[in-house]
């Protein structure tokens, strides 16, 4: 089985996670989303939770030194072994910067960063229909890709529900946040010959083999 160690880089709504799942499965590595990590210890009102609470709810950026230490410890479990997809990690240069040291004393490097691509108007579209599982984590779009069941998930029935981070007020902070803080990054892997571009806009398949095509000989 290839191995890959991705970042997938894009502003929120390019659909990051659907596709950080599919390469999950494809290549049996694990699969980090700090979002999704943050939003579960916020849930269970864990010390990283109470932290985190208030910079999610405002659509902000939770301290680099948080972020980091998190990630650290998660590419170190077993299931990493075979290779990671980060999503959502690195936001910052100095998150990025932080990651290469912590591959660097693993003795591992990344194989390449996605920049998914997707245009203003499509972005809020998607925001402003997510739906998630509150039991599975199982993403829809209201409209693009409804649950056939409702407001209950298609594959465990958990109630489906719309992050509060996802309501047009803090989307508009999210986007900020994205351009002023997480955009540099582009320029930042590009210099470091790791960035490919992928076109965010379609299907969700359509965008997993232009993945794959960028991928390449990765791992292989
Ligand atoms: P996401 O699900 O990736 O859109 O992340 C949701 C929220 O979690 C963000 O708006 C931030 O508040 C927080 N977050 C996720 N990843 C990071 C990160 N790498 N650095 C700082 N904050 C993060």
């Known amino acids: ?20 799942k599919l390469l999950r499965e494809q290549f049996d590595t694990c699969q980090i989303s700090t979002g999704d990590i943050l939003r579960k210890a916020v849930v269970d009102k864990t010390p990283l939770g ?44 100095a998150q990025a910067e932080s990651l290469e040291r912590i591959l660097k ?27 998630s599982c509150k039991n599975c984590g199982a993403l829809y779009h ?11 998930c298609d594959q465990c029935g958990g109630e489906l529900y719309q992050r509060d981070d996802d309501r047009e007020e803090t989307i508009n902070t999210r986007l900020n ?10 320029n930042y892997y590009g210099q470091r010959g790791k960035l490919s571009e992928i076109d965010g806009v379609g299907k969700v398949d359509d965008v997993h ?7 390449g000989g990765v791992g292989n």
């Open 105 to 131: 004393t693993m003795g591992i490097r990344l194989d390449g960063v996605l920049s998914m691509q997707i245009p203003h108007d499509v972005i809020v579209d998607r925001l402003a229909g997510r739906r």
């Open 1 to 20: 089985m290839a191995s890959v160690r991705v970042v997938l880089l894009g502003p929120p709504g390019a659909g990051k996670g659907t596709q950080a």
């Open 209 to 215: 083999r232009r993945i794959i095509q960028a991928l």
């Open 142 to 152: 209201r409209v693009f890709d409804p649950s056939t069941r409702g407001g209950a």
């Open 177 to 186: 946040v994205y351009e002023t803080q997480t955009a540099p990054l582009v």
């Open 50 to 93: 109470q932290e985190a609470a208030a910079y999610l709810n405002r659509g902000e950026l939770v301290p680099d030194s948080v972020i980091v230490n998190l990630v650290g410890e998660r590419l170190k479990e077993k299931d990493c072994e075979n290779g990671f997809v980060l999503d959502g990690f690195p936001r910052t240069i």
